[in-house]
């Protein structure tokens, strides 16, 4: 009996399992802002490596998904970055901030149409 091939893609970080972008959507956007914010300042992997401390394997293992960094390790690549750390973590696709946003206006707009309560009652 012939094994079943495993797609071509990355290793999941949590071991053995293909690492699959769709499964793990935070940390795809993650890696696609860490590699948008480093090439946007003209930085090579090896120059944020020397400012960050990190080794380069670790490094290039962030941007294809092999790692998983800390939440100080994004603090610490936005700080190098001159970016905030939202900036890494945020998908520009969704704004789940502009819903909030919206949603809350709507209920203010709501209650300033509504007619007062009746006192009395």
């Avoid at 893609?9 to 793990?24: C, I, M, V, Y």
């Avoid at 080794?55 to 293992?61: A, I, L, P, T």
């Avoid at 700080?79 to 789940?96: A, F, N, V, Y």
């Amino acid at each position: 009996m012939e094994k079943p091939k495993a797609p071509a893609s990355r290793k999941d970080p949590r071991g053995g399992q293909p690492f699959d972008p769709k499964a793990w959507p935070e940390m795809e956007t993650f890696r696609l802002n860490l590699i948008k914010a480093r090439t946007a300042k003209d930085l090579s992997q090896r120059e944020l490596c020397t400012l960050t401390g990190l080794s380069q394997s670790f490094y290039s293992g962030l941007e294809t998904g092999r790692r998983n960094p800390t939440i100080q390790l994004v603090a610490e690549l936005a700080r190098h970055l001159g970016i905030p750390m939202t900036q890494l973590l945020h998908d520009k696709t969704e704004s789940p901030i502009g819903r909030e946003v919206s949603w809350a206006s709507r209920i203010v707009s709501a209650a300033r149409d509504a007619e007062p309560p009746k006192r009395g009652d």
